[in-house]
């Protein structure tokens, strides 16, 4: 425990634990360089399973593997594998994670729980691990420079469908996690900040970051995740999102020159939800209103793959990939039966009359 830590006041009622630290708060957010465009960097290797989508740059060094991607998907971004743009961001990593550990505690949280706080702007220290069961609520007071560092010994461990919300002008981009050893976030997790882990960072079926996951030495391994490091500039989605669901999951394929007609609906969240393409496009002659309605006439053959994102009352989101084939229509056995029958019939009728002719 760091001597300089000094004692917290807690008051415990009904509802949340508000803690606010006793001395004045020396927290400063440490510039992350040429990191900062990053959404995903890895010291090791970066492994993805499933639709993970990365908004930003995704990164590995000194490693070079960046596996599972596709299935993945990387928007607003480029991958940089071993080359010298993810070397310097990995360098300016290490620096901001050694000025996050050198600033002073204002209260030590050594042994507790972080679920059910609500923390005001200060440096919350943790001389070993720390487990997030629930939701930890962190309270900017109306100040959207307000800035939130935990420092934390060794682990951070979420538990499932565990949340942090940003509120009262809070950023996402001035929250701060820095990790002595790794961070494991568990399924359908939603987390706002940046995690600065010494080790790895893994990030369970369906969690959700908005922010960034650095890991200096280790992996990151994805599985299913939204990883949105442009929600940085921006207040998470609400704690505690439901799971929202797209359907159908894959879309009929068309037929150039044929009108092309199909609805996506969500289910899960809270209704009207707005339908946005973000990554890709629709098969030309077709798009996709906020409704979700893809619709219009095919223009060419070809395959289109785009991302959609819905979006519910509450600002909760779902993003899922469709990959629509526009092609020339191939006759089923019936249909050939019926052109084989025609020439028949016309070759028949040919010889007709030529018997006539005679």
Known sequence: MNPRCSSFAAAVGLGAVLLTPHVSSAQTAPSLGTAEPFAVLAGSTVTNTGSSVITGDLG?????????????????????????????????????????????????????????????PGVYCFSSSV????TLTLNA?????AVFVFRIGSTLTTASS??????????????????????TLGTGTTFAGNIL?????????????????????????????????????????????????LSPSMLPNGTPGTAYSQTITA????????????SGAPPAGLSLSAAGVLAGMPTSAGSSTFTVRATDANGCLVILSFTVTIATAVPTLAGWAMIALSVLLGLAGVAAMRRRAM
């Open 267 to 278: 289910s899960g969240g809270t209704a009207p939800y707005t339908f946005t393409v973000i």
């Open 162 to 183: 565990s949340a942090v919300a940003v509120i009262n002008g809070g950023l996402n981009c001035n929250v701060f996690w820095q990790v002595g050893s790794s961070a």
């Open 197 to 245: 882990a010494l080790t790895s960072i893994s990030l369970t079926t369906g969690a959700r970051v908005f922010g960034r996951a650095l890991a200096r030495n280790g992996a990151v391994t994805l599985d299913t995740n939204t990883v949105d490091r442009s929600a940085c500039a921006a207040a998470a989605p609400p704690a505690g999102c439901p799971t929202i669901t």
């Open 60 to 120: 590995v060094s000194p490693g070079s593997a960046a596996t599972g991607f596709p299935p993945g998907l990387v928007i607003g971004g480029s991958i940089h594998a071993a080359d010298a743009v993810a070397l310097q961001a990995q360098s300016d990593v290490t620096t901001a994670y050694n000025s996050l550990a050198s600033q002073s505690c204002t209260a030590d949280l050594t042994g507790q729980d972080l679920g059910g706080l609500t923390l005001t």
């Open 131 to 134: 487990g997030l069961t629930g």
């Open 141 to 145: 007071q109306g100040n959207p420079a």
